[in-house]
Nanobody, 123 residues
Framework: QVQLVESGGGLVQAGGSLRLSCAASGRTVSSYAMGWFRQAPGKEREFVACMWSAGTSYYQDSVKGRFTISRDNAKNTVYLQMNSLKPDDTAVYFC?????????????????WGQGTQVTVSS
């Protein structure tokens, strides 16, 4: 069983940057599809980005050009670099792993989730 732990959230001003980390333990995640999702207060969880084992990535339109997902297989860690942050990016960010490698924007495709890390962007 894989355990995922997110870190790197915090309070940042609009236009600033944060890098989220998702450290995996228990099993290597190099063959899994890894995703980032977020949930703002009163809203449903939404897809942010995912990366497949081959390194291909896919983003929600609102974060394209601002966010970058990456993975370091040697560290068993996935990252989300977030630049040019906006107040609308405020949410709890979750990482998730899909054992079958399919990933994508549907949260139901993912098998295990981290506990989330809060990102707050002030205007």
């Amino acid at each position: 069983q894989v355990q995922l732990v997110e870190s790197g959230g915090g309070l940042v001003q609009a236009g600033g940057s944060l890098r989220l980390s998702c450290a995996a333990s228990g099993r290597t995640v190099s063959s899994y599809a890894m995703g980032w999702f977020r949930q703002a207060p009163g809203k449903e969880r939404e897809f942010v980005a995912c990366m497949w084992s081959a390194g291909t990535s896919y983003y929600q339109d609102s974060v394209k050009g601002r966010f970058t997902i990456s993975r370091d297989n040697a560290k068993n860690t996935v990252y989300l670099q977030m630049n040019s942050l906006k107040p609308d990016d405020t949410a709890v960010y979750f990482c998730a792993a899909d054992y079958h490698g399919l990933g994508g924007r549907q949260s139901a495709m993912y098998d295990v989730w981290g506990q989330g890390t809060q990102v707050t962007v002030s205007s």
